[in-house]
């Protein structure tokens, strides 16, 4: 009996039971329906007309075409993919559900997994209808890089859920006071992780923090891809390392900012 | 007063019912042992003690910052405590909470059900959380038997205090608890819809034989539904007792009474 419902079960009826009612929440509002698609849509647009003008006063970028392109499109799955986790996340301590959770046989790794195929669910309702747009608007394929783009996701959602779990566990244990972090963290990596420019870019030392990011390597691998028309493995495998060590470390924290969220009784207060 | 005979209609006399309680049996429902909780400088709960038989309904009186809520989020598990232990159904709270979660609920005005899903799919979210066998005729007959049929179908968010409160409690219900942890279900409702709450949870105990800790400001409620009483003051435990030994015990005619004595701090001689 006590093996049955250990801390380590993992139910895949539970999960579904989540992403239920992820989707519940979802489908209930048109108008979240349409903010997934609106901001990747308009960065598109802007992203997508600068790299034409400047492909038109330049050669460089005219050889790159689709830099600019394909790396908004890159970054919105790393953005978004966070953003997704997060938001379902944030439903429960809006609607002050989370004392009902957390008292449920549900166990961390299954609410976790539910967010997960949540920010995967969000991002395709997102990102997939904006891919077919940049094909209209400028020609640019995203699916045309093929097994590229599957190791460029693989890398990139990885990251965004590593990010997700580690604020997770901060709002967790600060409760709504740590809200901003889930809808700014993410912009301390557009800088640091050469979303637009090459790390050669970057001063030395700094070069040093964005090796240490796996998207710095899917971002530079992008640009081997479309500039020199290499795909660069090396990277990609590099950049799993570093985010199985990260993701590892985001779920220790995770696991460690719930016992002291236990600890300090922030779990019925998530509205503080 | 008699409060407990009359009613719940128990087949057993009051003094048996004590006796029954002393008897300390092999494994209570809930055993409070030395329990301390403190958040930096206060303390909410400092070093109580109780062992509640299964199949009792116990009431746990207090002012507001008695430390009624913090022992409650204890016993679910959703607070560690800082000293002293906590069992459920032989489990340790909260390290071994997976192996009795499924066999525990709770109602409590501090936490609500997703206001933009419907009741139905509340409910039904729940019930799978729950792993409830035929969810639908489960969520059906607790929709008819709390009045809810006609709501099922109604965004959360849309309901009175009275209806949510419902729904709260079919939420409590659904898995069929053996242990039903109540923080003021009655709070908010209007006399009648409070009076028609308590004949529910009478039914339930009395069908199905579950452990009831209610916390309560309500000393009818309390008078009518429990046969044993903790009243807890700056988080010590004042008294333990029936509700007709306490009555006897400070020369009033009710519970409310008793319970100003203890709250104003005059002992029980004094009282009398």
């Keep these: 009996m006590a093996s049955a419902h250990s801390t380590f ?137 093929g097994l590229a783009l599957a190791a460029f996701f693989v890398n990139l959602i990885l990251t965004s859920w590593t990010i997700g779990i580690f604020v997770a566990g901060l709002l967790l244990r600060n409760g709504m006071g740590a809200e901003s972090m889930a809808w700014t963290i993410m912009f301390l990596f557009l800088p640091l992780t050469c979303v637009y420019y090459p790390v050669a870019v970057l001063p030395h030392w700094l070069q040093y923090v964005a090796w240490s990011l796996p998207p710095t390597y899917v971002f530079e691998g992008m640009r081997a891809l479309l500039i020199d028309h290499v795909f660069r493995s090396d990277l990609m495998l590099e950049a799993l390392a570093f985010n199985v060590v990260l993701f590892g470390g985001a779920v220790f924290a995770f696991l460690k900012l719930l016992e002291s969220a236990r600890t300090q009784g922030s779990l019925l207060q998530g509205a503080d | 007063m008699g409060s407990c005979a009359r009613g719940l209609a128990l087949p057993v006399a009051e003094d048996q019912i004590w006796a029954i309680m002393d008897a300390s049996s092999a494994i209570p429902a809930i055993a409070v042992e030395n329990l301390v909780k403190r958040y930096k400088a206060a303390t909410a709960v400092d070093g109580i003690s109780f062992r509640l038989p299964a199949g009792t309904v116990t009431g746990l009186l207090g002012g507001n910052g008695a430390g009624k809520t913090t022992t409650i989020a204890m016993i679910m598990g959703l607070v560690a405590p800082t000293a002293g232990t906590v069992s459920v159904l032989g489990a340790q709270m909260p390290k071994q909470r997976y192996r009795v979660l499924h066999r525990m609920n709770f109602e409590s005005p501090y936490v609500d059900m997703p206001m933009r ?26 929709a008819a038997d709390l009045d809810l049929t006609e709501f099922l179908d109604r965004p959360a968010g849309k309901l009175s205090a009275g209806q949510k409160t419902r729904v709260s409690l079919a939420k409590s219900l659904l898995n069929r608890p053996d242990v039903l942890l109540l923080d003021e279900p009655t709070a908010s409702l209007d006399p009648d819809t409070a009076d028609w709450v308590r004949a529910r949870l009478e039914r339930y105990r009395a069908e199905t034989g579950a452990t009831i800790l209610l916390a309560s400001h309500n000393m009818n409620e309390v008078e009518r539904l429990c046969e044993r009483v903790i009243i807890m003051k700056k988080g010590r435990i004042e008294d333990d007792d029936t509700p007709a030994r306490l009555l006897a015990r400070y020369g009033r005619e009710t519970l409310e009474e008793v319970f100003l004595d203890v709250a104003r701090g005059r002992d029980r001689e004094a009282a009398s």
């Design chain 1, 9 to 145: 079960e993992f139910s895949l009826n539970r999960v579904a039971a989540m992403v239920r009612r992820y989707w519940y929440l979802l489908i209930s509002s048109w108008p979240r329906l349409l903010d997934l698609v609106y901001w990747p849509t308009v960065q598109m647009l802007m992203w997508g007309f600068l790299q034409t003008y400047v492909a038109s006063n330049s050669g460089y970028f005219a050889n790159a075409a689709g830099v600019f392109i394909g790396a908004v499109l890159l970054w919105d799955i790393l953005f978004r993919g966070q953003l997704g986790f997060s938001i379902s996340f944030l439903e429960e301590m809006w609607a002050r559900n989370l004392g009902n959770l957390m008292m449920s046989p549900l166990r961390p790794a299954e609410f976790i997994s539910a967010l997960m195929i949540m920010s995967i669910v969000r991002l395709s309702i997102g990102m997939i209808p904006v891919t077919f747009l940049a094909i209209a608007f400028f020609g640019f394929n995203l699916w045309s890089m």
């Design chain 2, 117 to 142: 899903l419907t009741v139905r799919q509340n409910l039904s979210v729940f019930a799978q959380l729950y792993a409830v066998r035929d969810a639908a005729g489960r969520i059906a007959n607790l």
